[in-house]
C-alpha cells in the first residue's frame, strides 16, 4: 500500500528539489487545491483579487525611489539596521507574510539555497514579517536559515513600503481554518498582513528591483536577484 505522505513532508519533498521557484510554488498551490475545499480555498485567495481591484502593488515603492531606514529585532531580539547593513553593501530585503504560509516556508528556504551567492556578490539578506521574534525563531530554526529573520510589529515598516492591507473580518474564519490565527502569530488584533514583495536596495539607499504582487502564491525567482546583484556590480566597476 502506498503511503500518503503528510503536508509538511510533501513540502520538505519540493523543497528538496531544484526546481525554479515558480514550479515549486506552483505545486504548493496544487497541492492545496487537492487538500482544501473548493470554497475555503476560494475564500482565502479573494484577497488577492481585492488587491488587484484596488492595484494595490502599484502605491508601493518602485525602483528608483529610495528606501525609509529603520532598525527591526532579529529572531534573537537583537537590533538590526539597514543603513548598516548598506554600509556593508547591497541588501536584498523580502517581506513575507508569516511562518504559517507554506509558500513564505518555500521561498524562504530558495533564498537561503543561493545566499553563498548573494554573499559572494558582496550581498546580504534580511526576511521581514509583522510575526513576533518568537515565530520568527521557531521559523529560522526549523528552515535552517542563517539570514535575518526581522520582526516588523505592527507592520511599521512594510507600512512605509506600501505592502500593508487588512484580512477583512469575512474571511478571518477561513484563515483560522488552515491555522492561520494572525492575532496569535502577530501579537496583535490588527490582521494586518504585507503583500509578498522583494527589493534590491543598493548602498545608497535606491531601489534598484522591485517585486511586489498580489498574488502570494508568486514570488521573485532567486535567478533575478543574482542577475541584477551582477548588473549592479558591473555597472559600479565599469
Given amino acids: 500500500m502506498t503511503e500518503i505522505s503528510s503536508p ?6 519540493i523543497m528538496a528539489t531544484d526546481a525554479p521557484l515558480s514550479q515549486k510554488l506552483a505545486q504548493v498551490l496544487a497541492m492545496g487545491k487537492q487538500m482544501v475545499p473548493a470554497e475555503l480555498l476560494q475564500q482565502l485567495l479573494s484577497p488577492v ?8 502593488a502599484e502605491r508601493a515603492l518602485q525602483e528608483g525611489e529610495k528606501v525609509p531606514d529603520f532598525t527591526l529585532p532579529d529572531a534573537l531580539g537583537n537590533s538590526v539596521t539597514l543603513t548598516q547593513l548598506l554600509g556593508q553593501g547591497p541588501v536584498v530585503i523580502t517581506f513575507y507574510r508569516g511562518s504559517w504560509c507554506p509558500y513564505c516556508n518555500i521561498q524562504l528556504h530558495a533564498y537561503q539555497q ?6 559572494e556578490l ?9 510575526q513576533t521574534p518568537d515565530q520568527s525563531l521557531s521559523l529560522a530554526e526549523k ?9 516588523d510589529a505592527g507592520n511599521r515598516v512594510a507600512r512605509k513600503f506600501g505592502l500593508v492591507f487588512t484580512i477583512d473580518e469575512a474571511v478571518r474564519a477561513a484563515y483560522r481554518q ?3 490565527d494572525l492575532s496569535a502569530f502577530n501579537g496583535d488584533g490588527s490582521w494586518e498582513l504585507p503583500m509578498a514583495g ?11 528591483l522591485a517585486f511586489v504582487d498580489p498574488d502570494y502564491t508568486r514570488r521573485l525567482e532567486p535567478s533575478i536577484i543574482i542577475a541584477s546583484l551582477k548588473k549592479l556590480r558591473n555597472a559600479q566597476s565599469s
Wanted: positive net charge.
Fill in 8 to 13: 509538511d513532508q510533501r513540502l520538505k519533498q
Fill in 49 to 56: 483579487e481585492m488587491l488587484r481591484a484596488n492595484k494595490a
Fill in 114 to 119: 543561493v545566499l553563498p551567492q548573494l554573499k
Fill in 122 to 130: 558582496g550581498a546580504s539578506l534580511v526576511a521581514i514579517s509583522p
Fill in 143 to 151: 528552515q535552517a536559515l542563517t539570514f535575518a529573520v526581522l520582526s
Fill in 178 to 180: 488552515i491555522n492561520a
Fill in 198 to 208: 522583494t527589493f534590491l536596495v543598493d548602498r545608497d539607499g535606491t531601489i534598484r
